[in-house]
T-cell receptor, first 117, second 114 residues
């Protein structure tokens, strides 16, 4: 069964510093998608970044970038120049395809990130 | 463009009661997914509806059900509530469903079962 593991339940970082959130996954599939979602306190969950497994180049969205290591099944999120608004729960998610050809998202338990002034 | 709207935002029920939660997706989005979020279990997939048809279903008991209307609005119902059903229920919409993975979430309905 596919699983997603986020080994850091909580992290903190000083404003303007860089922080990396870890995510590992387990799958036997060769083509899939990986995601990082952000859930600020009492606000909607939003997509931060997406990575397609067949693309070797790491995805980047402004201050957010990933380090995708397919062989190691690792998908970490790097946040550069951390801002107070980055304080949130971050979820790593893996998209799998089931026997019925339907795609489902499998979620990690999340990492709570606090950005300190 | 209005976002995903979930109602009610908060509700308190007692064991044995039933509850209906509503979700209005972003205009033009035909897929609605439901998730249960708890601190210990994270996000657990309940079901996905696309064009009024249930396309995916998670591993929840039959007490959890849902439906989608022709205007893409969706409801989920939980019958015979148990204490363990206390959670944040999230609705997410997208144009194509989870095939693209990009979901737009509502703020959730926080259910407390006493």
């Amino acid at each position: 069964a596919q699983t997603v593991t986020q080994s850091q339940p909580e992290m903190s970082v000083q404003e303007a510093e860089t922080v990396t959130l870890s995510c590992t996954y387990d799958t036997s599939e060769s083509n899939y998608y990986l995601f990082w979602y952000k859930q600020p306190p009492s606000r909607q969950m939003i997509l931060v970044i997406r990575q397609e497994a067949y693309k070797q180049q790491n995805a980047t969205e402004n201050r957010f970038s990933v380090n995708f290591q397919k062989a190691a099944k690792s998908f970490s999120l790097k946040i550069s120049d951390s801002q107070l608004g980055d304080t949130a729960m971050y979820f790593c998610a893996f998209m799998k395809q089931d026997a019925g050809n339907n795609r489902k998202l499998i979620w990690g338990l999340g990492t709570s990130l606090a950005v300190n002034p | 463009k209005a976002g995903v709207t979930q109602t009610p935002r908060y509700l308190i029920k007692t064991r044995g009661q039933q509850v209906t939660l509503s979700c209005s997706p972003i205009s033009g989005h035909r897929s609605v997914s439901w998730y249960q979020q708890t601190p210990g279990q994270g996000l657990q997939f309940l079901f996905e509806y696309f064009s009024e048809t249930q396309r995916n279903k998670g591993n929840f008991p039959g007490r959890f059900s849902g439906r989608q209307f022709s205007n893409s609005r969706s409801e989920m119902n939980v019958s015979t509530l148990e204490l363990g059903d206390s959670a944040l229920y999230l609705c997410a919409s997208s144009r194509q469903g989870t095939n693209t993975g990009e979901l737009f979430f509502g703020e959730g309905s926080r259910l407390t079962v006493l």
